[in-house]
């Protein structure tokens, strides 16, 4: 987790100086950066860690698996390296030890 917290120290201070400065939140709901998503205006148990990350926490006790909807673009599994398209739900592994995040990532 050092070596993942060390590769986000620009992004996440390029966020943080968004939001001292533009008032941007780092963590938002997904219709911060989609707004025209109706669907991502629906979506209560994702949220995107500034423009570029969606973070899909784990909210059920004892689940190995999730369903994470993903807004338009291209989604990296910062885990697995799957790349799937953006304005469908997906199916991802969560074990305890894993929280899925994706990155947005160019097509």
Do not use: H, N
């Not at 698996?65 to 991802?92: F, H, I, N």
């Amino acid at each position: 987790y050092l070596f993942i917290r060390e590769r986000m120290r620009p992004y996440v201070r390029q966020l943080m100086k968004a939001a001292s400065e533009e008032g941007a939140p780092v963590m938002r709901p997904l219709f911060y950066d989609f707004p025209e998503d109706k669907k991502a205006w629906e979506v209560e148990d994702v949220y995107m860690f500034g423009p570029d990350m969606l973070v899909a926490p784990v909210m059920e006790a004892g689940a190995t698996s999730r369903s994470v909807y993903l807004p338009c673009g291209c989604w990296k599994d910062v885990d697995t390296g799957a790349v799937y398209e953006g304005m469908q739900r997906v199916t991802v592994d969560a074990p305890l030890e894993r929280m899925p995040v994706f990155e947005k990532v160019e097509a």
